[in-house]
């Protein structure tokens, strides 16, 4: 491979870190943003008011994620990989400037603009694993492509501890909330400038191809009408709901419910991070070997079952870490088992409308968990945290009678 080439290489995975370290970098802080009246972004606001901000926030991005996300894949097609990953990067520059001058002026409307220009702009996955595949030999392929689920990983790790360090004006006194959003603003330019510099579209004809506009809700009504997936997809939805809405809202139930400093909360976030990595890197493949994939989801379940009911009954942070990591490891081990066992359910030319469909399921469920859980953090802290062990609860349920 030539220098020109891995240089490209570099510069799309820095795109995919960048996308997953955005929808990480804020959970640490949003605790702050919406209920800090002197650093955060309402002034004068209920505690009702302020929870459905939170989960506002949250769903914004993954909704503009689940309508950004196919439209920009179908988008590289006639526009080329570069100029599509560049359009990305600038919107992700452009979101986060947005993001911290909200905060400088307190608008709530600036800041939920910011929230869906990210989102939209974030879903820039399926152009990047194209760019991959543009970029690389066929022998080499699914080696570099299997790196993608550790940028994805390593984002998640990163992500949290910016989020929860850079805002953290204990450290040094110039940092607040805005000094994430300024960073990774700036990161994105500079990931921007190494794409513009070297990075080669490989396909001439990009330009003359007609542009097909998705239907990304089409996805989901596909997944309840074809009755060989339908059971499958629900799993799905019922799992991603469950562990979404433990990831969204675990900074305000440690926050909130258990007293943690913004660094705690980041530093458990960043665990599952790791969990995540070490779920993909290692165990998926191992267990792929000597489980089914349903056999390998129902274990996987119980185990994230187990993890955010510890979560729950636990007050001290090393248990804590240890529960994120292997709920983050259980997760992983569901998600993996559970596309596989889509995979298995279709022909050959299918596979790509189960990766369309999976990506629309777990878009949605993201947005979904963020606008529903907000209000439901309105009856406790650790309500949101109740309703995703009912998820993966119910999920088990359906695993378990499902041959």
């Not at 240089?7 to 209920?35: E, Q």
């Amino acid at each position: 491979m030539t220098n020109i080439k891995m240089l490209s290489l570099i510069g799309i995975y820095l795109v995919i870190f960048i996308d997953n370290l955005g929808a990480s970098l804020i959970i640490p802080m949003l605790t702050s943003i919406a209920h800090d009246p002197v650093a955060g972004l309402i002034s004068e606001g209920s505690e009702g008011f302020r929870n459905g901000v939170y989960g506002v926030a949250l769903g914004a991005f993954s909704i503009a994620m689940f309508f950004g996300a196919p439209l920009l894949g179908a988008l590289s097609d006639v526009l080329g990989r570069k100029k599509t990953l560049l359009l990305c990067l600038s919107g992700l520059a452009m979101s986060y400037v947005l993001l911290a001058y909200a905060l400088v002026f307190k608008s709530l409307w600036l800041f939920m603009a910011g929230r869906l220009i990210g989102g939209f702009f974030s879903g820039s996955l399926p152009v990047a694993q194209a760019s991959i595949i543009d970029v690389t030999e066929e022998k080499q392929r699914a080696r570099y492509i299997g790196y993608i689920m550790f940028f994805v990983s390593l984002g998640y790790v990163v992500g949290p501890l910016i989020g929860g360090y850079l805002s953290d004006p204990v450290l040094v006194p110039w940092f607040n909330l805005q000094t994430p959003f300024i960073f990774v603003a700036a990161l994105s330019v500079v990931n921007l400038l190494i794409l513009l510099l070297v990075f080669q579209d490989q396909k001439a004809d990009a330009k003359k191809r007609a542009m097909t506009l998705p239907n990304p809700i089409a996805n989901l009504l596909d997944a309840v009408r074809i009755k060989d997936i339908r059971t499958y997809a629900l799993l799905l939805l019922l799992m991603l709901v469950g562990w979404n809405t433990f990831f969204q809202f675990i900074g305000l139930y440690l926050t909130g419910g258990l007293g943690f400093a913004q660094q705690e909360v980041s530093n458990f976030i960043s665990w599952t991070g790791f969990g995540l990595a070490f779920a993909f890197l290692f165990l998926v493949g191992a267990a792929m070997k000597v489980l089914k994939p349903l056999s390998m989801v129902r274990l996987a379940l119980v185990l994230m079952a187990f993890c955010i009911g510890g979560t729950l009954l636990n007050t001290n942070p090393y248990i804590l870490y240890l529960l994120a990591v292997l709920g983050a490891v259980g997760f992983g081990m569901s998600y993996s088992g559970l596309m596989a066992q889509l995979s298995i359910c279709v022909d050959a030319s299918k596979q790509g409308f189960i990766m369309g469909m999976a990506a629309a399921i777990a878009a949605f469920s993201a947005g979904f968990s963020g606008f529903t859980f907000g209000f439901v953090a309105n009856i406790s802290v650790n309500a949101p945290i109740v309703s995703a062990l009912f998820c993966i609860g119910m999920a088990i349920t359906i695993c378990c009678k499902k041959h």
